[in-house]
């Protein structure tokens, strides 16, 4: 029989990071356990990582879900993808913890070549919202650890001063040298959306990260037909479960690019579903993590590996914090290594 506990968790930031929601200084988490009265030494961990204002499972009853599902997973071990379907973060710790127990515990849910050390995932470098100063900083360190693509946060300083820091960058840098990438997290006004694209393309940039809020599908469908700028859709995608949802939003907007969150996405079930009506839209697509602790990144790395995606991967993210759970993935520079003969906590 199937046993389950789960702990929540707060990390915190080493510095606190700038986005167009604000600055984060803290993230809370939950990591879940499960195992079975056979075998009862073999952990299998995942991480439910709820995203409080903006995943669509932020609601008041989340730790109450968490524990029912812990309570009841052996009722639920079969059908816990359909029954919390609007809990996408839960299903997606689930999907980590229920791997990880199948395979021995090791926190290799997902082995493959990259577990086993003799390959790497391609990932951005991502610059945090800041002053045009703090980020011309940021970008300078990470062209100097070897990034060849990274990825900005924009919308929190005036516009022109983020335009002035990308024209500065692309005459010190070529496309073939760095490829750009911007994220707007819904700062545009819908009125001026097509103009400040017009600017940004000038840039020679690789695409914009949803430059309008989510939800006005006619406006953003409008957008993607005439922008002179590849968009790629990513709170967009929040809250859609269904297959038909999906497939219905991809065809009514049909974006360049979409970017795949487990943890806000539909857990790895349902960003496969993603991943497959955007192959038939001829859309192309890349995987993000959303702030997860060394637990959660390792399994979403691990399980990006195996969709033999060519594009960077926005998994850089696990050297926030300072009390992540060791331990911190072996980044050099652009190269994510799976780091894997650490004990974990």
Sequence with gaps: MLHASYTR???????????????????????????????PTVLGIGECAVFRGLSVDDVPEYENVLADVCWNIEAYKENFRE??????????????????????????PFPS???????????????????????????????????????????????????????????????????????ANGAFAPEEALMKLEQLAQLDLHSIEQPIKAGKLDIMSDLCHKTPLPIALDEELIGHFSKEEKHQL???????????????????????????????????????SALESNIGLNAIAQWTYRLDNPLPQGLGTGQLYLNNVSPEPDLRGERFFFRGEECWE
């Excluded at 930031?13 to 056979?38: H, M, W």
């Excluded at 996408?88 to 021995?104: K, Q, R, T, V, Y």
């Design 250 to 288: 991809l065809k009514e907007i049909h974006p360049q690019y979409i970017v795949l969150k487990p943890s806000l996405h539909g857990g790895f079930c349902g960003i496969q579903e993603w991943i497959d009506w955007a192959k038939e839209l001829g859309i192309e697509w890349w995987i993000t």
């Design 83 to 108: 029954k919390f379907s609007r809990f996408p973060s839960i299903i997606c710790g689930l999907e980590m913890a229920f791997a990880d127990l199948e395979n021995g515990g090791i926190r290799q």
């Design 113 to 183: 070549d990259f577990t086993q050390g003799k390959d790497f995932i391609r990932i951005n470098g991502l610059i945090w919202m800041g002053t045009k100063e703090e980020m011309r900083r940021q970008i300078i360190e990470k062209i100097e650890k070897g990034f060849s693509c990274i990825k900005l946060k924009i919308g929190a300083i005036h516009f022109e001063e983020e335009l002035e820091l990308l024209k500065q960058i692309r005459k010190e840098f070529s496309r073939q040298e760095i490829e750009l990438r911007v994220d």
């Design 9 to 39: 968790y707060l990390l915190q930031f080493k510095t606190p990071s700038g986005t167009s929601r604000g600055v984060l200084t803290e993230k809370e988490t939950f990591f879940v356990r499960i195992f079975d009265d056979n075998n």
